[in-house]
């Protein structure tokens, strides 16, 4: 299967003319979308989320990752085979919290290019083709990258914030919530929320953190928008 | 076919996810999006809208529908099988409206659970792999439920009212436009409508009301937004 | 593969009765949302970007395109046939610029209908059984129609002008980019802007001009909303 993560959005050509070029290369696999609205031009939250994603995604996926502010600079086109998934994408920090929460991934410099690369959209252009090949076998030219010669890798990645907020208002950061305690309080733009398992144990309009599905800390309010009550940005910081 | 039919919205990670199990555990199978803002937090609304899109399904489709504010608390997952159509989804009145409209559905609450059931998405983790495991004709181990004993379904659906309004600021209603004469006026928000065949009968900015293409009555204006003009709102109640 | 092209915007169930339809129909056939939301009830400007998004189109792609304000009133259904593409939908204007920038195009009114055609969505009925039976190599009964005859062939399509603002708020017109030289500037909406090649080569917050990957003049800013910063619409003229 090729899942495709970007921050595209759902609206416009994009994502039809990047999924064109994988249904046509690669008619026989299946081909979802993952996520269309991933954190805009913030290649740092947008890998985040992509890294806890995975662990909720069917062995042998392909994810097809293209959140690319610099597209038209200077970047390496990536491809990565770890141990269950794949990924293709631009090499702007994107994947280092995938390379860093998943050991022995194998990355390599796609030594490829199409013979006509438009400046603007290496989604489409680029990445989708070489997506469709390695999801049907065949060899794509690479140059073998060390994890530490990743773009960005050494930074401080600080995932205490809000990496997302969805349509619902919730807002998802970038703590694993598994190690944490339910007495655990969590802090976000001054206000302290206490832990809750589902929306349906708390009453309607008040806000409270939980773990959600994909093993995050979220904030949310049963039957409302966290975002709008507490006003809530992409980004923001979070104390526990 | 297995169509996927929900609140999620376009964005976030949630119907991507949900759409990554079926399209791995049943990779043959054609699979859609049928509508992804069905009428949020209110199973009744949807299951009225869903009772009349299903006139429009090819045979054979599975239905996998999660509208399901109470996830986390107590309901049943069911599983039903009408004369043309399957569904999948969540026991809190979404299927009542198809079950009252259709007979002979065979109804059944789903006795199997993954091994790891998170409590927040049962559309990815429990609903998700019973509705791949039909479509490619393996058994769901199910307990047999009577449609009375569904929930909610003697309370009082009055589908008297909007329940969707769509991109476009037409608001559908729950009246089934088929018996209804020509000459009847409609009335919202305090507001007596005409009706009309189509929107080129009617000047630019009138509003009227119409038979849709699902077989409901619909408010709408050639070329404006009726929802707007008439200030109308998901669950306001019409006259007629 | 059959790509749609619509304006019924991403939610609402009409992209996917109308895909349901098609991949009931065509199971076998690779099956992608090109856009949904095409310049919306303006066949022409849909038409004109249409026309520019063919070139990055696979061959043997099938277009099923429906931007359709007049519907339930007069005008005939088209297949039309290209060297590489196939296209289906309605004759009020969309497939004129396809039909002037692709020759030696083979244009049909569909002489088929449906046992059951609603009078507001001709997309599902009529459109979608025609394009999956074109995509399975079925034949449909048609009449031969000249380019000439098409509605709205003789009228001055002006292309100088925005045709659609995306989702980041960059604004695309419709003039052809190849042919202009890098020193020229454009205007609009009394603003004057320079050429650069790619985004990463402008300052945060300043507007440019660059040529999209589709062959086109765009309107951006580095990060930011164009459309916003210079308070541009859909069918604004454009100087140059």
């Given at each position: 299967?090729?899942?495709?993560?970007?921050?595209?959005?759902?609206?416009?050509?994009?994502?039809?003319?990047?999924?064109?070029?994988?249904?046509?290369?690669?008619?026989?696999?299946?081909?979802?979308?993952?996520?269309?609205?991933?954190?805009?031009?913030?290649?740092?939250?947008?890998?985040?989320?992509?890294?806890?994603?995975?662990?909720?995604?069917?062995?042998?996926?392909?994810?097809?990752?293209?959140?690319?502010?610099?597209?038209?600079?200077?970047?390496?086109?990536?491809?990565?085979?770890?141990?269950?998934?794949?990924?293709?994408?631009?090499?702007?920090?994107?994947?280092?919290?995938?390379?860093?929460?998943?050991?022995?991934?194998?990355?390599?410099?796609?030594?490829?290019?199409?013979?006509?690369?438009?400046d603007s959209f290496h989604g489409r252009d680029l990445f989708a083709p070489v997506a469709a090949a390695l999801a049907t076998g065949k060899a794509v030219a690479g140059i073998p990258v060390e994890p530490r010669e990743?773009?960005?890798?050494?930074?401080?990645h600080d995932s205490n914030r809000v990496i997302y907020i969805d349509a619902y208002g919730n807002a998802m950061t970038g703590i694993e919530a598994d190690g944490l305690s339910d007495e655990r309080t969590i802090s976000?733009?001054?206000?302290?929320?206490?832990?809750?398992?589902?929306?349906?144990?708390?009453?309607?309009?008040?806000?409270?953190?939980?773990?959600?599905?994909?093993?995050?800390?979220?904030?949310?309010?049963?039957?409302?928008?966290?975002?709008?009550?507490?006003?809530?940005?992409?980004?923001?910081?979070?104390?526990?």
């Open positions: 299967m090729i899942a495709s993560y970007t921050d595209f959005g759902t609206t416009g050509p994009y994502l039809g003319q990047m999924h064109a070029v994988i249904a046509t290369q690669a008619p026989r696999v299946p081909r979802i979308t993952l996520m269309a609205d991933a954190p805009m031009f913030d290649p740092v939250s947008a890998g985040i989320l992509l890294s806890y994603l995975c662990d909720n995604l069917p062995d042998q996926t392909l994810i097809l990752a293209v959140v690319d502010p610099g597209v038209g600079g200077e970047r390496r086109p990536l491809m990565i085979r770890g141990a269950k998934l794949q990924f293709v994408g631009p090499d702007n920090g994107l994947f280092v919290p995938v390379v860093r929460r998943y050991e022995d991934c194998l990355i390599e410099a796609i030594d490829w290019r199409p013979s006509r690369l438009s990743l773009a960005g890798y050494d930074s401080n976000v733009n001054g206000k302290a929320l206490r832990y809750a398992r589902t929306f349906s144990e708390v009453p309607a309009g008040q806000p409270f953190w939980y773990r959600n599905s994909n093993g995050l800390v979220e904030f949310a309010v049963n039957r409302g928008s966290v975002s709008r009550l507490l006003n809530l940005r992409p980004g923001m910081p979070v104390q526990f």
